[in-house]
Nanobody, 120 residues
Framework: EVQLVESGGGLVQAGGSLRLSCVAS?????IGWFRQAPGKDREGVAC???????TYLGDSIKDRFTISGNRKNTVWLQMNNLRPEDTSIYFC?????????????????WGQGTRVSVSS
């Protein structure tokens, strides 16, 4: 089973930026980013497919976040112009492709998460 490790979270002021990284123990898995704030459902943020470099972004963040990868086992989530409502634990997950990526239950392997806090 693929293992995932996230890094890059932290505390930042509103308007600032963070870059999250997700490293998978195996190559060629699609990597998705999700976030979950206290008391809220897990939300799909973005997906990266190493097969062809395709990227997908959620509607709520597509003008501020970008996702990229090295076509092997590492994916980055660049988050710009952060807002207090972006405060969450961010998780990466892996599966065979980005098909149906927004649905958390379709992902089999998850990292432990990295906390992002945005102060106003």
């Amino acid at each position: 089973e693929v293992q995932l490790v996230e890094s890059g979270g932290g505390l930042v002021q509103a308007g600032g930026s963070l870059r999250l990284s997700c490293v998978a123990s195996l190559d060629d898995y699609a990597i998705g980013w999700f976030r979950q704030a206290p008391g809220k459902d897990r939300e799909g943020v973005a997906c990266y497919s190493p097969a062809d470099g395709s990227t997908y972004l959620g509607d709520s963040i597509k003008d501020r976040f970008t996702i990229s990868g090295n076509r092997k086992n590492t994916v980055w989530l660049q988050m710009n112009n952060l807002r207090p409502e972006d405060t969450s634990i961010y998780f990466c997950a892996a599966k065979a492709s980005c098909a149906g990526w927004r649905t958390p239950t379709r992902w089999r392997s998850w990292g432990q998460g990295t906390r992002v806090s945005v102060s106003s």
